[in-house]
């Protein structure tokens, strides 16, 4: 019985430490998000838990009124450690109005938009690089590899749906109200108004 409380103890511990997470976090991110001059009004962004971002210099950021971002265990169906938000050198990201994402993962290296009204489900990611060459004698050199890596914008449209779990690929439009569905990787254009799943994401139904 006394493990079995200790046990229990400990799980309560965990969930108290999740919710301080949510409840405070946001302070901490709007710092970060502050101090890499990220375009955006901390009064009207919300953001659950922690998030962790990384902005290289020369990039533009910018997040729109309404937006979510919802991280940690309780924050959805995934139970990863969070969201995480990456934006290299150069690159342009711009987080649609009262548009939302769980424990998802953006990697910006060239341009990535996401619209207004669009939900991202948890554990998704997006992501408009190669990350590696495609060349396999440039990959024998780990300089040469990274710097060889193709990259290609990624555009989400307005009030469209992202499933759990699914991967955007570099290069992709999504058409406006548009649905994916969960468990997808999507690696070419999806017209507007459809529902497209799979791996890879074909064509399944038109919402018109």
């Known amino acids: 019985m006394k493990k079995r409380r200790t046990f229990i103890n400990i799980l309560l511990y965990l969930s108290a430490w999740d919710e301080l997470k949510r409840r405070f976090g946001s302070f901490v991110t709007r710092k970060k998000l502050l101090a890499y001059h ?6 009207k962004v919300t953001l659950n838990g922690l998030t962790y971002v990384q902005i290289d210099n020369n990039t533009e950021v910018i997040i729109g009124d309404g937006f979510i971002i919802n991280s940690g265990v309780i924050a959805g169906i995934d139970n990863s450690s969070g969201s995480k938000i990456v934006v290299t050198k150069g690159a342009r990201l711009n987080l649609g ?3 939302g994402m769980t424990n998802t993962i953006i990697q910006c290296h060239d341009s990535i938009t996401i619209g207004d009204y669009v939900n991202i489900g948890a554990g998704c ?7 590696h060459s495609t060349n396999w004698e440039n990959r024998l050199d780990r300089k040469k590899d990274v710097l060889d890596a193709k990259t290609a914008p990624v555009k989400i449209g ?3 749906f992202i499933g759990t779990r699914s991967i955007i690929c570099k290069g992709v439009t999504i058409g406006d109200h548009s649905m994916i569905a969960a468990g997808s990787v999507v690696v070419k254009d999806v017209p507007a108004n459809e529902i497209w799943g799979g791996n890879p994401a074909q064509f399944i139904k038109s919402l018109k």
């Open 97 to 99: 109005k009262n548009s």
């Open 125 to 131: 990611l997006i992501m408009d690089t190669n990350f």
């Open 38 to 43: 990220v375009k955006f009004n901390p009064k």
């Open 158 to 160: 307005d009030v469209c």
